[in-house]
């Protein structure tokens, strides 16, 4: 007769307890099932955008000088400048 194979599997935990073992440095990764993570409110949306040739060399030599991407150097302007419009 065969021997059941035990699978071990982590419990689930309460909310507290997790952030408890999060603060204590304790790795809880065992906990989460990160194929179905996601980022709440990040959702993204890809969008088409054309630009003169002048400025996408002005920007392309920005983010450059940032070390970041084009697409990064866009994002944190277009969020700093909605930022300042709204103050």
């Given amino acids: 007769m065969k021997k ?3 699978t071990s ?5 309460s909310a507290a307890e ?5 603060d ?4 809880v990764s065992a ?7 996601g980022r709440p409110g ?9 630009f003169p040739v002048d400025l996408l060399r002005e920007i392309d030599q920005a983010a450059r000088r940032l070390g970041v ?6 994002k944190v302007r277009l ?9």
């Fill in 31 to 37: 906990h989460m099932d990160l194929a179905r993570a």
């Fill in 69 to 74: 991407t084009r697409q990064a150097f866009i």
């Fill in 24 to 27: 204590a440095g304790a790795d």
């Fill in 42 to 50: 990040r959702a993204v949306q890809r969008v088409n955008v054309d």
């Fill in 9 to 13: 599997k982590a419990r689930a935990l």
């Fill in 4 to 6: 059941k194979q035990r």
């Fill in 18 to 22: 997790l952030d408890a073992m999060h």
């Fill in 79 to 87: 969020a700093d400048s909605l930022v300042k419009s709204t103050q």
